[in-house]
């Protein structure tokens, strides 16, 4: 007799439940209600929105992450009849991401802020399901022993890295060199500016930065897509999770996201996964794994699209591509110096501080004044973080970077 391997249903967390990825995961977990058990939620202080997502889903466990807001979710709840228990603050969180009862963690909260319960999650064995790359981005090597010791199954929601999860041999997130993979073939849009005059970029507006022509999105990784940081984000993330060296990591710009990335092998194959661009699909192959469930996803219809184009990425209209390959080189804390850059200057941006042409001159402001170090542990990584934030914040307010 051999144990089940998962319990049924499996009871799901997702952090970052209010978010875009988190109410994808929702959607697809509730047509499938004999497998899945949405068992806790957490949003960082969209009271009434996690209010309403446990009226409907029925959580045993709901954290919000903005702890001086926990009792106002306590009344919310209470107000709809709703059993659910309120945790707050980092411990809520944490508690949510290791406790026994989940088998498995979306983790889904954007930025710096889902390092540690995605980590703890990782600690913890639980089955991984990754869409925060930036946890992964900032301490690739901690995270990626986290998993190697406690046995993880790690899967990424990325779409491009849940593309190649799939077009590498079954199971196979690591080594790519030893299964004979030539090239990781990562493609990208190219963002709402791709081919808006330079001249212009300057004055464009959050809302038109956030307007991505094909994928709907958090606004952070929205800016993040019209730059290209997305993408330089997502090389450091194939780095880690698929042990690629940076020279076998390129970058393919593909404006209609129909092919979601490609795995090119010795032999010449090149294996692609394609799809229409809704994330409800990597995240159904996820949560599913290694089964295949419906996602509520149109089929592919490629005579309607007719055609697919690609193109070399412009490094020099897209400078974060080429930062990042010098960040893997340089390694230590410098992926975490170059994420936390980015946290504020998106922020930044977002809120009328700085022009979108700064964005990635700050990011390389912050690279050239913070000293990177090695990653002896997570302090360091932390540490790295925090000095970045405050070089980029001291940048900002001495308005140095306003003018494009
Ligand atoms: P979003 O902004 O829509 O949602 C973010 C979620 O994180 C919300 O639930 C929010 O409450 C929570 N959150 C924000 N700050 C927090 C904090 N300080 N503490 C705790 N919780 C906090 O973002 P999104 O678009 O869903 O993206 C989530 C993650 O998934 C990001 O890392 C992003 O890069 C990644 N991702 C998203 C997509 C996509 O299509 N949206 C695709 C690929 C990867
Ligand atoms: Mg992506």
New binding site residues.
């Given amino acids: 007799m051999t144990e089940p391997r998962c319990r049924v249903p499996t009871r799901i967390a997702i952090?970052?439940?209010?978010?875009?990825?988190?109410?994808?995961t929702l959607d697809v977990a509730a047509r499938h209600p004999e497998r899945f058990e949405v068992f806790a939620l957490?949003?960082?202080?969209?009271i009434a929105e996690l209010a309403q997502l446990c009226a409907v889903h029925r959580p045993r466990y709901a954290v919000v992450?903005?702890a001086g807001q926990a009792g106002a979710l306590a009344a919310e709840l209470a107000a709809t009849g709703t059993s659910t228990r309120v945790l707050a603050g980092e411990p809520g969180?944490l508690e949510v991401a290791t406790m026994p009862e989940i088998d498995c963690v979306m983790a889904?909260?954007?930025?710096a802020?889902?390092l540690r319960?995605t980590l703890s999650a990782a600690q913890a064995g639980k089955k991984l399901l990754l869409?925060?790359?930036?946890?992964l981005v900032m301490a690739g090597p901690i995270f990626m022993a986290a998993v190697r010791a406690n046995g993880v199954t790690l899967l990424p929601?990325?779409?491009e890295h849940n593309a190649i999860f799939q077009c590498l041999p079954a199971g196979g997130t690591s080594h790519i060199e030893r299964v004979g993979v030539r090239r990781i073939l990562l493609t990208g849009s190219g963002g709402p500016f791709r081919t808006r005059r330079l001249a212009d970029l300057a004055a464009v507006t959050p809302d038109e930065a956030c307007a991505h022509p094909n994928?709907?999105?958090?606004?952070?990784?929205?800016v993040?897509s019209a730059t290209m940081m997305?993408k330089a984000?997502e090389i450091v993330e194939a780095h880690w999770l698929f042990d690629a060296a940076p020279e076998r990591i390129e970058v393919v710009v593909h404006p209609q996201s129909v092919v979601h990335s490609m795995v090119e092998y010795e032999d010449g194959s090149v294996i692609a996964q394609l799809g229409n661009p809704d994330?409800r699909t990597p995240i159904a192959q996820a949560l599913a794994y290694p089964e295949r469930i419906a996602a509520g996803v149109q089929p592919l219809d490629l005579a309607a699209l007719g055609a697919l184009t690609f193109e070399r990425p412009d490094f020099e209209r897209f400078r974060a591509l080429a930062l990042a390959y010098d960040v893997l080189r340089a390694g230590g804390t410098t992926p975490a110096v170059f994420n936390a850059a980015n946290e504020v200057a998106v922020a930044a941006f977002l809120g009328g501080a700085l022009p979108f042409t700064r964005i990635t001159a700050l990011i390389e402001a912050v690279l050239a004044g913070v000293p990177a170090g090695p990653i002896r542990g997570l302090e360091d990584v932390l540490e790295a973080d925090r000095a970045a934030r405050a070089y980029a914040h001291a940048a900002v307010q001495s308005g140095m970077l306003r003018s494009a």
């Fill in positions: 952090l970052g439940a209010t978010g875009s990825i988190g109410r994808s957490t949003a960082h202080s969209q992450a903005d969180l889904a909260i954007v930025g802020a889902g319960p869409a925060n790359k930036e946890a929601i990325d779409s994928w709907t999105m958090g606004r952070k990784i929205s993040d997305n984000l994330m």
